[in-house]
C-alpha cells in the first residue's frame, strides 16, 4: 500500500521539478477528540525523509520545500501514526489531527475516566461497564438504584422503570446508543425495553440540561452510552453466565468485537435471560417469571475526521404479572389488601401465563460524521425504531389466549448536529430534528383501544453555547424549541363524552356515531420552549462546584390525553383530558463535589417547581355491573419538589473502603396544598467495601439498604359495601408500608488472568437476612411482599 | 458544500415523511365481545304464574352511567321458585349470550347468592361442573315468611373450587349486582 502510494507520489512530484522551491509547510499537530496540541510529534516528509518534531505548542514548520504533493507521516508516542497527502502551493498552513488510541482502549478495557460530557454544568452520575456486570441478569432500572436520587417504580420485580428525583415515565428520556428510546414509556408499568449487557456504561443527568436530546426531560436523561471500538487490529469479547437460586433462573451474554487499524470495526452482542417464579421469604410469587432474548449487530468505519456507524438491536422480553394482582373491582381489592398473603399461590414454574406482557422493541440507527475545518464536528443521524406491546389478561371463552391490548409504535427520526469550536474557550452545539410517529393500535383484542391510533409530527432546533472564562470557571448556556403535532383518531363512549361536557367544548373534531360510542379526530399542536444556563468552578485542584437552571417544558403524553375506561392492571378506571397544556418545569440544582481518592463527596441539593404537573388521583366511585371502581382521574396542578442526594467515599485503611450515599425527595401539590403521591422514601446505602489487587483483584462489599417509611402522602382511601358481610369497609390504598433494611453482599476475584483473557467468578447474596418487606414504589405491594433472599453466582470471560 | 448535502438530505426526507403519512385510513370501532351488559334472574313457579325478573344492564360498561335495575315484583311468602340466570352483551346487534360461555367453562366460573339481613329466603344451586362443584347459573330459592332485604348474585371467574362461600373463593369479580327484594 505505502508502496503504491510512493508511486504515485514520485509521480505526482514530476510536473513540480520546474516549481518554486522556496515555500513552507505549517501548522499543528492536535488530538481530534478534545483539539488539545500535541507535543513531541514527529513528522516526516517520506519522499525526501525530512523530519521534524511539534513544540511544545504543538506547532511545527518545513521550510524550503517545493510547491506540489507531499506524503507526510505524523507519529505521537500516544497515537497510532498515521499518513497525510498534502497539496502545497505557496506557503501553506495545515493541522493534523491524531486519535489517542490508548485512551480509547482503556475505555473498554480498563474503564478508563475520559467521558465526553453531555452538559458542562450539571453534575452527572455514572455507572462504569464492570459495576454494570454486576447487574447482567437484571434490568437497566436495577442498576440505576445503585445511584443516588434514582430509585425506581416497580410492578413485581422484573418492570423496573428508573424514577430520577422522584419523577418518572414520560419525564425521564432515556437515550440508548444515541437514540432516543420510543417504547410507550408513558405507563407506569411499562419498563424501559433496553438490554443491560449492551451498555458501554450509563451516565444520569438529573435535569433537563441536556437539551441535545430534547426539551421535555422534566426528571432528567439517562444515557446508555454505546460501547466504542478502537481503532487497531485487535479481537476481543466477554461471556457473562449468572445463575441465581430465587427465581430459578439464569441469563447468557456474549460479545465479540473485531476492529481493524484501518478504522473499519464489526461487533454481536446477544442476551438470553429466563427465570422462573420468584420467591418472597415466605411463598411463591405465582406467575412472575420472565424470559427475554435480545442481540444486537454493530458495525462502522472510525477516521480522524470522518466515520460512520450503523446499528440495530432487537428486544425481546416476556414478563409475568404476578397472579393474585388480577382482580376485579373494589370488593375483590378489599380481600386482596386485607390479606397477609396472596390470595394466589401456585407450585413453582416456569410458565408465563396472563396477565403477562409481551414486549419486542426493534432499534436501527445509521450515523455518519464529518470533522469540517473551521466549522466543527457535523453529525447525522436516522434512527427507527418500532415497539410491539402486547399485554394479556385473564378472558373469558374464545378470547382467553387474545391479547387485550395491542399496540405498534413507530418511529423515524432524523438528526443534524453541529459541534463547533468557535474558538479556544468558546464551544458551540447546535442540531435540528424531525421526528414522525405512528400508533396503530389493532382492534382484533376485542377491546376499545388504551391509547387511540394517532400520527405525531415533531420540529425541534437546539443550541448550547459553552464558554470557559478562565481555566477553572466554565459557564453554560442553551436553549431549545420543540414543535409537536398530533392527529389523533379516537373513539369516546357517548356517556363519557358527555359527562365531561366535550359536545359542547369540542363538537367540531366529531367524525361519526357508531352505538354507543363516537369517533373523533383530536389535532393538537404543542410548543414547547426550554433553555438550560449553569456554571462550573473548581479550585483547589479537587474541588469543584457545579451550578444550573434549567426550564423544561413537556407535552402532555397519550396516555394523559386519551385514558378513558377500566386499567385492569391497575384495577381502577382512569380518566386523561383532552384540554391538557404542557408542563413547564424549572429546576435549580447546585452540586459540591470533592474528587480525592481518599476521601471524596457529592452533595447535590435541588428545588424543583412545575407549573401545570399533571397528576393522577382518586375521583370517585363508580357502580358497573362488574361491582365498584375507584376513578382515578388526571388533572394539572403546581407541583414543588425538593430534595438532596450525597455521596461520599472514605478509604479509612489499607484496601479498605467505607461508600455512603443518602437521597430524600419531597414532593408537594401547591393547589391542594397536599403531598405528593409515589414520591420515593428517604433512603441511604452504606458498604464496606474490601478490595486487594494481591490477592487476585479479590473485592468483597457489605452494603446495608435502609429505606425510610414514607410519611408523606395523600389520603386516597376510599369505603366500600359489602354485600356478604353487610358492611362498610376501607380500602386502604395510601398508607406506605413500613421501613426496612436490607443486607446484601458482594464478592468477586479474577482468576487466569493472562496478557490475553481473564475469568471473573463473583458471588452475591441479596437479601441476606430474608427479610420480608413491602416496598411503597412497587405497585403490587398491596398484595405481596417484596423479593426474598438471593444467591447469584457470576462467572465472566473476558478475552 | 457538504453542509449544502446535508441540509438537502434533511430536506427530502422531510419530504419522504410526509409522502408516508395517510391521512385518510380511519380506524374501526371496536365492539367489545366478552363484555356483560345485562343480568337477568328469572324466577318462576312450577305454575303458570308470570316468572319475577331482576334485571341490572350497565349499557356503557365502565363509563360512568350506573347499572339501572329492576325488580319486576315480589315474591310470595313460603314458595318455591326456580332460578335462572341469563348474561347478555347487549353492545352488539344481536345480543349475546354469554351464559353459553360461562357453563361451558364451568370449572372455571361460580354464582354465589349473598342474602342480607332481614330477607328471609334461602338458596340451592342448581347446576354444577363436571367435578360436581356448582356453577350456579340455575338455582332453587325457597322463600320464608313475609320481609324484605337484599340478594347479591356474584359471579367470579377462576375462583378456587370447591370454596366454602365467596370470602375464601378468591378469583376474579365478574359481576356484582345487589337487588332489593320484598317476600310478601
Not at chain 1, 4 to 26: G, T
Not at chain 1, 268 to 285: E, I, M, S
Not at chain 1, 666 to 671: C, E, L, T
Request: proline content about 4%; hydrophobic content about 35%.
Amino acid at each position: 500500500m505505502r508502496y503504491k502510494v510512493m508511486i504515485l507520489l514520485l509521480l505526482s512530484s514530476f510536473p513540480s521539478i520546474s516549481q518554486n522551491c522556496d515555500v513552507s509547510l505549517s501548522g499543528k499537530v492536535i488530538d481530534i477528540h478534545d483539539g488539545s496540541i500535541l507535543p513531541g510529534a514527529t513528522l516526516v516528509i517520506s519522499n525526501t525523509q525530512e523530519a521534524v518534531q511539534t513544540n511544545l505548542y504543538g506547532e511545527y514548520t518545513f521550510s524550503n520545500l517545493c510547491e506540489g504533493t507531499y506524503f507526510i507521516q505524523v507519529s505521537h508516542p500516544l497515537c497510532l501514526t498515521r499518513g497525510f497527502t498534502v497539496k502545497i502551493s505557496g506557503d501553506t498552513t495545515r493541522d493534523f489531527k491524531l486519535e489517542h488510541h490508548l485512551e480509547e482502549l482503556n475505555q473498554i478495557l480498563i474503564e478508563g475516566k475520559t467521558f465526553q460530557n453531555e452538559t458542562e454544568s450539571i453534575f452527572q452520575n455514572r455507572i462504569s461497564r464492570a459495576a454494570l456486570d454486576r447487574y447482567s441478569s437484571g434490568s437497566l432500572g436495577d442498576a440505576l438504584n445503585s445511584i443516588s436520587g434514582v430509585s425506581s417504580l416497580n410492578t413485581g420485580n422484573t418492570v423496573v422503570k428508573p424514577v430520577i428525583n422522584g419523577l418518572h415515565s414520560s419525564r425521564v428520556v432515556i437515550i440508548n446508543n444515541g437514540v432516543r428510546m420510543e417504547d410507550q414509556e408513558w405507563g407506569a408499568e411499562h419498563a424501559p425495553n433496553i438490554d443491560i449487557n449492551s451498555a458501554g456504561s450509563i451516565s444520569v443527568i438529573k435535569g433537563a440540561g441536556a437539551l441535545q436530546y430534547g426539551g421535555n426531560a422534566v426528571g432528567g436523561v439517562i444515557v446508555a452510552n454505546s460501547k466504542k471500538a478502537p481503532v487497531k487490529d485487535t479481537l476481543y469479547g466477554q461471556t457473562q453466565f449468572n445463575a441465581a437460586t430465587n427465581g430459578r433462573g439464569s441469563s447468557f451474554t456474549s460479545e465479540i468485537t473485531k476492529a481493524y487499524k484501518t478504522g473499519w470495526y464489526g461487533s454481536l452482542q446477544g442476551t438470553l435471560k429466563r427465570f422462573g417464579d420468584f420467591q418472597t421469604p415466605d411463598y411463591v410469587l405465582s406467575n412472575t417469571g420472565i424470559f427475554e432474548r435480545n442481540a444486537s449487530i454493530r458495525f462502522g468505519l472510525n477516521q480522524f475526521d470522518y466515520g460512520f456507524e450503523g446499528y440495530y438491536s432487537i428486544f425481546k422480553n416476556k414478563i409475568g404479572i404476578l397472579r393474585a394482582s388480577h382482580i376485579g373491582g373494589a370488593q375483590d381489592q378489599v380481600r386482596a389488601i386485607n390479606s397477609s398473603r396472596p390470595l394466589i399461590i401456585g407450585e413453582f414454574g416456569y410458565t408465563i401465563e396472563p396477565p403477562k406482557q409481551d414486549v419486542t422493541h426493534h432499534l436501527a440507527r445509521v450515523k455518519a460524521f464529518k470533522e469540517f475545518n473551521g466549522l466543527g464536528k457535523a453529525s447525522l443521524q436516522y434512527d427507527f425504531q418500532r415497539n410491539n406491546r402486547l399485554e394479556f389478561d385473564i378472558r373469558r371463552g374464545s378470547d382467553a389466549n387474545k391479547a387485550s391490548l395491542d399496540l405498534a409504535l413507530t418511529t423515524h427520526t432524523l438528526l443534524l448536529d453541529l459541534d463547533s469550536e468557535v474558538s479556544e474557550n468558546l464551544n458551540l452545539k447546535t442540531g435540528i430534528m424531525a421526528r414522525y410517529q405512528d400508533n396503530f393500535a389493532d382492534p382484533e383484542t376485542g377491546v376499545r383501544r388504551l391509547i387511540p391510533d394517532y400520527e405525531k409530527y415533531e420540529l425541534g432546533a437546539y443550541a448550547i453555547v459553552d464558554f470557559k472564562i478562565r481555566e477553572n470557571w466554565t459557564v453554560e448556556a442553551g436553549g431549545r424549541f420543540d414543535y409537536t403535532y398530533m392527529d389523533v383518531f379516537k373513539f369516546y363512549r357517548s356517556s363519557f363524552w358527555e359527562s365531561r361536557n366535550y359536545d359542547e367544548l369540542f363538537p367540531e373534531i366529531v367524525v361519526e356515531e357508531s352505538g354507543n360510542q363516537l369517533l373523533t379526530n383530536p389535532q393538537l399542536n404543542f410548543y414547547n420552549a426550554s433553555a438550560t444556563a449553569g456554571s462550573t468552578y473548581s479550585f483547589d485542584g479537587e474541588y469543584k462546584l457545579f451550578f444550573n437552571y434549567s426550564l423544561a417544558s413537556r407535552a402532555p403524553n397519550p396516555s394523559e390525553l386519551f385514558s378513558e375506561g377500566l386499567h385492569h392492571s391497575a384495577s381502577r378506571i382512569e380518566l386523561g383530558d383532552l384540554s391538557f397544556q404542557s408542563e413547564i418545569s424549572h429546576k435549580l440544582a447546585l452540586t459540591f463535589q470533592r474528587e480525592n481518592s481518599t476521601f471524596g463527596f457529592s452533595i447535590n441539593p435541588y428545588i424543583h417547581s412545575i407549573k401545570d404537573f399533571i397528576v393522577i388521583e382518586p375521583i370517585e366511585i363508580q357502580q358497573t355491573i362488574r361491582g365498584n371502581f375507584q376513578v382515578w382521574e388526571y388533572r394539572q396542578t403546581n407541583a414543588s419538589l425538593l430534595g438532596v442526594d450525597v455521596d461520599a467515599s472514605l478509604a479509612f485503611a489499607k484496601n479498605l473502603r467505607f461508600n455512603h450515599q443518602f437521597s430524600l425527595v419531597k414532593g408537594y401539590d401547591r393547589s391542594r396544598n397536599q403531598e405528593l403521591i409515589d414520591m420515593p422514601p428517604v433512603n441511604t446505602k452504606n458498604e464496606l467495601v474490601y478490595q486487594n489487587p494481591k490477592i487476585y483483584n479479590l473485592r468483597l462489599a457489605l452494603q446495608s439498604e435502609y429505606v425510610f417509611r414514607q410519611n408523606e402522602f395523600p389520603n386516597n382511601n376510599f369505603e366500600v359495601f359489602l354485600p356478604e358481610t353487610e358492611t362498610t369497609e376501607l380500602i386502604d390504598v395510601s398508607t406506605p408500608p413500613n421501613a426496612y433494611n436490607l443486607l446484601n453482599f458482594n464478592s468477586n476475584i479474577d482468576l487466569n488472568t493472562t496478557s490475553k483473557s481473564k475469568l471473573t467468578l463473583g458471588l452475591t447474596v441479596s437479601n441476606l437476612l430474608n427479610t420480608s418487606y413491602r416496598n411503597y414504589l412497587n405497585r403490587l405491594r398491596f398484595y405481596a411482599d417484596d423479593l426474598g433472599r438471593n444467591f447469584l453466582l457470576n462467572l465472566k470471560l473476558n478475552y | 458544500m457538504n453542509k449544502f448535502k446535508f441540509l438537502s438530505v434533511l430536506f427530502f426526507s422531510g419530504l419522504l415523511f410526509t409522502a408516508c403519512s395517510s391521512d385518510d385510513d380511519v380506524p374501526e370501532p371496536v365492539n367489545e365481545e366478552e363484555v356483560i351488559t345485562t343480568l337477568t334472574v328469572s324466577l318462576s313457579t312450577d305454575g303458570s304464574a308470570t316468572p319475577i325478573t331482576l334485571i341490572t344492564r350497565d349499557l356503557d360498561g365502565d363509563g360512568p352511567n350506573p347499572p339501572v335495575i329492576t325488580v319486576s315484583g315480589n315474591l310470595a311468602a313460603g314458595t318455591t321458585y326456580n332460578g335462572t340466570i341469563v348474561l347478555l352483551n347487549e353492545t352488539v346487534t344481536p345480543p349475546e349470550n354469554i351464559t353459553e360461555e360461562v357453563e361451558e367453562e364451568d370449572d372455571e366460573h361460580q354464582f354465589f347468592y349473598t342474602v342480607g339481613s332481614g330477607l328471609n329466603v334461602t338458596t340451592e344451586y342448581g347446576n354444577f361442573d363436571g367435578d360436581g362443584n356448582p356453577l350456579g347459573t340455575k338455582f332453587t330459592l325457597i322463600t320464608g315468611a313475609a320481609s324484605s332485604g337484599t340478594l347479591t348474585f356474584t359471579l367470579r371467574h377462576e375462583p378456587k373450587k370447591p370454596n366454602t362461600g365467596l370470602a375464601d373463593a378468591g378469583g376474579e369479580t365478574d359481576l356484582a349486582a345487589s337487588f332489593n327484594v320484598t317476600v310478601e
